[in-house]
Each structure stands twice: as C-alpha cells, then as structure tokens.
C-alpha cells in the first residue's frame, strides 16, 4: 500500500537506494539528487541543485555534457564504466549510467552512479568473513569434542594420582593433570565467544581506558600507550566486557608486537558513509590501534583473522579470531595494515541511528 502522500513515499524510496540517482533538465541543470548521491558526491541538495551537469560531474574523468546531449537527443541511454570519482579521502571508481528520462513537456536525463569498488569490497569482504566463520566454527565443534573426554581424563589422572605411593610415579599423573589443565583453557578459548552480547549503551573511552590500564601495567616500562581521543563520539551500542575483550587482544599483541620498547596509538574517530557487512552506515565510530613494532611477517597478514595462526612460538592463534567474531557480533569490523614501524588495526562500529 502506498502512502497518504505518493511524493514522500517515493521520495524515501529513492534516500533508501544503495546507488545515487540524479536528475537533469533539458538545460542540464540538476533538478534532483537522492540522499546516497548527496553523501556519494558529499554535497548538500541545498549547494547543489540548479548547478549544471559539468559542475556536478566535474570530479569525474569521464562524464561531460556531450553525453548528457547525446542521451537526449538520441533517446538511447548510455553506461560508462569505471570512471574515477575524485572525492575525499580517496578516489572510488564508479558506474554512471544515463538514460533518457522524457516528460511530457521537456527532455530529461537519468544519472544513476554505482560504486563498483564499495560491491568489490562488500563482497571480498563477505567471503572472508565467511571463510573465517567457517574455520572458527570447525574449530568449536573440534573444541567441544575434546572437553568431554578431557574432563574425564584429568578426573581419572587425579583418582591414580591418589592411589599411587610412590612420588616417582606420582610425577607422572602429575604430567597428565597439569597438561590436561592446559588443554582445558585453550579448548575454553576456542569455545569463546560463547554467549551472545548484553547490549547497552557504553561509553568507548571508558572501554579504551580500561584496555590501555590492563596493557601498561604488564607491559615493560619503556612501552607507551598514548591516547588520541575524539571526545565528541557518542555512546556505543554494546556488550562492555565483550568489547574489552576484543580490544584486549588487539592492544595486548601490540605489546608483544613493540617487545621492550615502543610506542602504542589509541585513536578514535567518526567516520561516515562506512559499510559494514553489507549495511550501510551514516556514522560509525572508527578506532585505530597503532604500533611502531616491526610489523606482521608478510605470509601471515592475509591469515591472521584465521583461528590457530600465529607468529609467536607461545602464542595460540586466536586472540584475533576471537576479536573478529566479537566486533563483528556488534555489526561491526577489524580491518589490517601493516608494514614495518606502523602497524593499524582498524574497529569500526556502527554507531546509533539516534545520534545523527
Ligand atoms: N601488532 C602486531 N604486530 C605484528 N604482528 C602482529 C600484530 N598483531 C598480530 N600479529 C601477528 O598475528 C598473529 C596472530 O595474532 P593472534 O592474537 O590471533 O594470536 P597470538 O597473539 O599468536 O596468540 P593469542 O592471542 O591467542 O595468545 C600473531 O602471532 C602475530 O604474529
Ligand atoms: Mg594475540
């Protein structure tokens, strides 16, 4: 059923579409822009409509007022593909297609522009993020195999360990117990994240403070944590135990990453316009993880997200895993760049729609 008011209906249809969608009168002047073209184009409907199409397209290579021309005269519509969009921060690559839009009274064109890059990342990402989803529940299901029989072994360990007399052989079960007691908690960790989050709305300085305390006082005394906080970023939704647990792990292999001596980066910041699994957000709050250690070994960056990969001989692999599946509980994404001396873990969370 549609709306008392059809205008305000397709209207909201148009701001809800993933692609931006521009309409031009038969002098080429903009007469609409949707919202995703207002935020593709970072430009306000107010600043930007009656402006003529080579204004508009000015930030592109490839666009001119020569096709719009065509598209109209010819009545056929027109598509180019992979045009650079010169927009902060970066450039993105686009699809632009034209198509004649004929109104009663007067030509018109129909621009629609579709971020090609933005479905290219949407859908690696998807992928990796299932495959490490695939992989982390493999693992749990090997996890949850392993305890069962684990509990009793250690019990059975511990009834010997009673019954035995002499302290030679009592070293032995002694193995047993201990070692049992090791699998126990990596197979506990393996099994983590186990309970599904307690949302509420936290304050994700207040989690980053908590994090930056536990890392200093076990790190060396020549690692720094410094803070690099924008204030104005609103509360999260969000488990605050869960999040200092993914936070933890980030910051804490930082620590080792910087060894003796280093400096460690919290920084946080807003960010718009952010894709994160396949929804879009108007805001997210992005806080990055910086180290000055000498960076992950190059054969390890495509796979550490991946349970069980590790770089360091008493590490276990899944302090990233385990990070991942937590952030990405909260809608949200851990993303990594790393070369030697600057090493950037990047979480982004999406932040409510109530704080726009
Ligand atoms: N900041 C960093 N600098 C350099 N290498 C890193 C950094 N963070 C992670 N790594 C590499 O990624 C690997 C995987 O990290 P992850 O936290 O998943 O496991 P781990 O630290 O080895 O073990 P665990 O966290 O389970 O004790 C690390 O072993 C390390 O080689
Ligand atoms: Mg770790």
């Known amino acids: 059923m549609i709306d008392a008011d059809p205008a305000a209906f397709y209207r909201r249809i148009l701001d809800n579409l993933a692609d931006a969608v521009l309409l031009f009168d038969q002098h080429l002047c903009l007469i609409y822009i949707n919202m995703p073209g207002e935020m593709l184009f970072a430009l306000s409907a107010r600043q930007v409509l009656g402006a003529r199409a080579h204004n508009v397209f000015a ?33 993105i690559t686009v699809n632009v297609i034209l198509t004649p839009a004929l109104d009663e009274s007067a030509p018109r064109v129909l621009a629609e522009v579709q971020q090609v890059d933005r479905h290219l990342r949407i859908s690696m990402e ?17 996890a949850h195999e392993i305890k069962n029989p684990l509990g009793g072994l250690r019990g ?54 908590r994090v930056r305390q536990l890392v200093q006082v076990e790190a060396p005394p020549k690692v720094f944590i410094q803070r690099d906080y924008d ?3 609103p509360p999260v ?21 910087v060894g003796k001596e280093g400096t460690i ?18 805001l997210a709050a992005k806080i990055d993880i910086v180290d000055d250690g000498p960076g992950i070994k190059p054969e390890l960056l495509g796979q550490i997200f991946y349970p069980m990969v590790t770089g360091r001989a008493e590490g276990t692999g899944l302090g990233l895993s385990i990070a991942q599946s937590l952030i990405s509980q909260h809608g949200g994404l851990v993303e990594c760049a790393s070369s030697p001396g600057n090493t950037v873990f990047s979480i982004y969370l999406p932040l409510e729609k109530s704080h726009e």
């Open 59 to 91: 930030l592109t290579d490839s666009v001119t007022e020569e096709d719009l021309l065509r598209v109209m005269e010819t009545g056929a519509s027109l598509t180019k593909r992979n045009v650079t969009l010169n927009v902060q921060p970066q450039p």
């Open 126 to 142: 998807e992928q990796l993020m299932a495959q490490q989803n695939a992989a982390r529940m493999l693992l749990r299901g090997l």
């Open 156 to 209: 059975a360990a511990q009834l010997l360990h009673a019954e035995l007399r002499g302290e030679e052989l009592r070293e032995y079960t002694r193995i047993i117990i201990d070692e049992s007691d090791r699998l126990q908690l990596l197979v506990d960790r393996m099994l983590e994240p186990n309970k599904p989050p307690q949302m509420s709305l936290v304050n994700i300085h207040r989690i980053l403070e």
């Open 231 to 233: 204030p104005s970023i």
């Open 237 to 257: 939704l969000g488990d605050s135990d869960q999040l200092i647990q993914a936070i933890l792990n980030i910051v804490r292999n930082a620590a080792q990453a």
């Open 265 to 282: 980066t919290i920084r946080t910041r807003i960010h718009r316009q952010v894709t994160l699994g396949n929804r879009r957000h108007a």
